[in-house]
């Protein structure tokens, strides 16, 4: 008999609202009973993380009990302490609360409200307690302003107020009965797509072609590239005599891109990577505003994926409209007008050297698995722009690049490569694809032989 799963697309609906109910208990309510309205007969768990305790029936996860339960043991004095520190423990508590919850209740969504210290209380919690694609909402008073340290790369939805969450008005009702709305709505999609139950290994249809979820980057100057890759994965997927189906999934490398990537290898959720647009760790070297951060090509490496890496528009540097370019890249550079949003400037081949030294460097320090890596090197050109006679055509900075590459790498185990087509060319594309499935079936045959 099979025994259901904690997340399971049987049983009631369950949403979490997580709330500071001292200061915002009737807004809180307010959008339980609209949640209701729209699902009468869900499950609704009100989880209170204010820094002060309140006391209604409604409330599920008293203050007292979330800090009992989910905080620091002894369970601390909140009066004694000042309010960051306060804010500090009871996102620990919210966080190990719906940790547990997420792991031991099939619950579908959570929901929030707040100013600016609920909501980063909030999404603080639901970044590091919840997985993506689940089910992540947040009515928020500064949803409408630079909104990444609260997101971060994850899947959160952030809704504006309009007007600040205080009191009963229609405009505020209205927003939140939108929200309740929504988070039934995306629960409601999220149950339906659990499975019923978990089913016994041994009643998989093993006719069926190992899935391989395969990661991608892309920049606008390297979609072709990219398009090409994807092509040649759907027609492998779809060739009785290929052992694998590919799932593939394409970031668009704009530094948030990058780290989404990143989180997901290390969570177990992609299987290989061609990491074919490394422009984000031109910026986070020369200072360009579409970073990854300081781990980025890291994530893959220490898993022990198969992946190929390039340098897909590593010649590149993003910074947003003209008028925000820093001097220092006024005079002498060559700047380039990408779009209305967006102002580049070619690499150098000083800049060009420490990207090639940080690739190599972060490959040699994190690689576990060396022989199921390889990296290939595109020499007419990074990107649309530096392919001969673009604007960004510079072969000797292109040359410090490979070499340093090369140099970091020597003796490491790692296949690196210089290919003489740009990075868009679709023989070029078709080739790295054939080395990761190449890749892919080495490591398969490695990891079955560690198991016999």
């Not at 209305?340 to 940080?358: S, Y």
């Amino acid at each position: 008999m099979n025994t259901p799963s904690p997340r399971s697309s049987s049983g009631p609906l369950r949403v979490v609202i997580l709330g500071t109910c001292d200061t915002k208990l009737a807004e809180l309510l307010y959008l339980r009973s609209q949640i209701l309205s729209h699902a009468s007969k869900a499950s609704v768990t009100l989880i209170d993380v204010g820094g002060n305790p309140v006391s209604d029936p409604a409330i599920s996860i008293s203050h007292r009990d979330l800090l009992i339960k989910h905080g620091p043991s002894p369970a601390p004095d909140l009066s004694t302490l000042c309010g960051s520190q306060v804010m500090e423990i009871m996102t620990e508590c919210a966080t190990a609360c719906l940790q547990y919850l997420h792991s031991t209740t099939p619950i579908h969504g959570v929901v929030a409200l707040g100013g600016s210290s609920g909501t980063s209380l909030a999404s603080a919690a639901m970044r590091r307690a919840l997985p993506f694609l689940f089910p992540k909402f947040l009515v928020s008073t500064v949803a409408s302003g630079n909104t990444a340290s609260f997101v971060g790369e994850t899947d959160i939805t952030l809704m504006y107020s309009i007007v600040d969450i205080a009191g009963s008005n229609y405009i505020l009702d209205s927003v939140l009965d939108n929200a309740a709305a929504a988070v039934v709505g995306m629960a409601k999609a999220y149950r339906r797509r659990l499975p019923p139950h978990t089913a016994p290994e041994d009643s998989q249809d093993k006719s069926i072609k190992k899935r391989m979820r395969v990661a991608i980057t892309m920049f606008g100057v390297t979609t072709p590239g990219v398009d090409a890759v994807r092509t040649h994965l759907t027609s492998l997927s779809v060739s009785p005599t290929h052992p694998y189906a590919y799932e593939v999934f394409v970031f668009h490398a704009t530094g948030r891109g990058g780290l989404a990537m990143e989180r997901l290898i290390s969570a177990g959720a992609l299987d290989a990577v061609i990491d074919l647009t490394t422009t984000e760790i031109a910026d986070e070297i020369i200072g360009g505003i579409m970073s990854a951060g300081p781990d980025r090509l890291t994530a893959a490496a220490k898993a022990g994926l198969p992946q190929v890496v390039s340098l897909g528009a590593c010649e590149i540097v993003n910074f947003g409209v003209r008028d925000t370019l820093p001097p220092n890249f006024e005079k002498g550079r060559n700047i380039y007008a990408h779009n209305t949003a967006v102002t580049i400037v070619r690499t150098n081949r000083d800049e060009a050297r420490q990207i090639g030294g940080f690739i190599s460097g972060q490959l040699m320090k994190n690689c576990t698995r060396p022989e199921v890596v390889e990296v290939v090197m595109p020499t007419m050109g990074l990107s649309v722009l530096s392919k001969p006679g673009g604007v960004y055509a510079d072969e000797e900075a292109d040359a410090v690049l490979f070499n340093a590459v090369e140099h970091g790498l020597e003796n490491s185990g790692i296949v690196v490569v210089r290919d003489g087509r740009d990075v868009n060319d679709e023989g070029f594309a078709r080739d790295i694809t054939e080395r990761l499935v190449r890749l892919l079936e080495k490591g398969q045959g490695m990891e079955q032989r560690g198991q016999d």
